[in-house]
């Protein structure tokens, strides 16, 4: 339980686990996290052989709490899902000298033998980023100060984290005042803070949504990391919640220009991008009268490189509005017709 | 946690725990069991002054257990909502007896001192209706054999779980073979069964949906009791994932005649009945394109006397469907049109 807290909330700098693995593709959360915050990364924490590196420099647990590193965040998945006893063992010295513990595995780390007394002894949390806050409301839909814009899917794992981190990028280079906003386990670690919106109980999903994008300023944007599709068999309920609990005054569309069925759902075929954009905006009318679409955001990695200014123009004069690849072209497009 | 059970399960037949409470608003439970239930109430546990008086006999715990009695069901809420110690004392006896202990109440039942040890000597077992069972799975979307009907509201408490139950009565009358599937307290407990749909986890929503009416033959009917409200800031999440994994092939538009807003949020216009029913069938396609609406129940109780009739038939005018009051003129119509 992560009682008391309002939303989610880490400390940083961190200290990335690595241990002893050698296999980068287990290595994903901390590689995202050098790429995405490398500004608070104080380092790595790698023993055994050739273990993968992120680029950061190496730092005993010691070294680390004297550079200032808040949270020991365990950046690597064990092959088999099972952290080797090991690993616990130097994750206890890390509580015991009062870096918080944080953690997306599935096990809790109370649960962990021995783990909650070290941390209590150290006076840093364990933390794990899939547990939601205490105490989160019913969503009110009251209307909030502060601007808002939501990534919508077509499907899930289609690029929408990846769209908004660009796009709040790119809003901050032009000048605009901009927060990512994460509703999953990697973007919570990348911003530090958030709301891992697919755990809340389904009475309190809006409620939870309208504590992760509080009101601010009214020229501030909150860019929403987004949840699963409108037309996922089994998540569709998560985005709803986020976006009627969002209120967001504009949507971006996500998709994968080679995605035809929802993924791992062969059943259910993707809808067009105008029925996504359609229905998010019927749907989100319910919480914001005033919300719009400004763009899509399409992952075209999959595409043969020859055809992916022709597939992005295409949709953009189909819809008259921005179409970009949020690697390849970047999210500036977008971020310039939000504020226009 | 009621582990290991696809859907709560309850054992019949039911004591009715009323305990020393005399205002018969605090008995709703109880009273709801016995109007709908009834031939699997034995009777009802009271004690002290005047109590409510459910009109069922009267029983000892010790007579209750000898006539087949299985469970202990709490029917009625304190004033105050803290069980005085008394009651507790009670209970314990029963659950000494191998009586079920079954709660709607907050609070869970292993928390209270001594209860989980006399449930574990008696052999029975603690069941909070509250706390959907483990391992629920993430939706499949599989179309399942049988045939659905879902309750679909402009709101909540406007009449859903009334209207299904009349519903199921009116399609068993018609000869046709049909199933009350609950997602509330009083109807999990009414029915012996359910799902307590808006507890369980935002991604596991339509899951659960989806173990509440499982394959069946192909001529029979699920009637299932809806949730929240599709156009509701705070429960559209459950109503979606409820709609998507219920995958009917019908839907029922309840609506209370005399209700603008949504109860509780004052700013937020009702849809209207054409809206409720067009965004129910745009979203119900998903998972069953061939979903249809096949009525109207309105709570008209609130309307002048005078006044009832005229506004049933308009609606059917517009609609050219049938629409009742299911206590004022019954379910019936709808019935004939669903096997039509």
Chains 1, 2 share one sequence.
């Not at 008391?4 to 593709?25: E, K, W």
Request: glycine share 14%.
């Amino acid at each position: 339980m992560n009682a008391g807290t309002a939303r989610l909330s880490l400390r940083t700098p961190y200290l990335i686990f690595i241990g002893n693995q050698t296999d980068p593709t287990y290595a994903k959360t901390g590689l995202g996290l050098v790429q995405w915050c490398g500004d608070r990364v104080a380092g790595q924490l790698r023993f055994g052989e050739k273990p993968v590196d992120l680029g950061v420099p190496d730092l005993t647990l010691e070294a680390a709490v004297a550079l200032g590193a808040r949270s020991l965040v365990i950046g690597v998945a064990p092959v088999g899902g099972v952290i080797p006893g090991d690993w616990w063992d130097i994750i206890r010295q890390g509580a015991e000298l009062g870096l918080d513990i944080v953690s997306g595995l599935h096990g809790r780390l109370a649960t962990v033998p021995g783990l909650a007394d070290a941390a209590q002894r150290g006076g840093g949390r364990l933390v794990d980023i899939r547990v939601p806050p205490a105490n989160i409301p019913v969503g009110t839909g009251r209307k909030r100060s502060g601007q808002r814009v939501l990534m919508l899917g077509t499907d899930c794992a289609v690029g929408k984290k990846y769209s908004a981190l660009a796009l709040a990028a790119s809003l901050q280079a032009l000048g605009v005042k901009a927060t990512f906003r994460a509703t999953g386990q990697t973007g919570i670690l990348i911003a530090g803070e958030g709301m891992p919106i697919d755990a809340v109980v389904a009475d309190f999903v809006s409620g939870a949504a309208e504590l992760l994008s509080p009101d601010n300023d009214p020229a501030h944007w909150d860019v929403i990391e987004g949840q699963g599709s409108l037309f996922h068999p089994g998540y569709a309920a998560v985005t709803l919640g986020l976006l009627h609990g969002s209120q967001p005054d504009a949507i971006v569309i996500c998709h994968d220009a080679t995605r035809r069925v929802v993924s791992g759902w062969p059943d259910y075929v993707l809808p067009t991008l105008a029925e996504c954009r359609d229905l998010g905006l019927t749907l989100g009318r319910r919480t914001n009268p005033a919300i719009r679409c400004v763009g899509f955001s399409i992952n075209t990695s999959r595409l043969p490189a020859a055809e992916r200014a022709g597939y992005l123009r295409r949709i953009e004069e189909e819809t008259g509005l921005p179409c970009v690849d949020p690697i390849a072209t970047g999210c500036e497009a977008i971020g310039r017709r939000l504020i226009e």
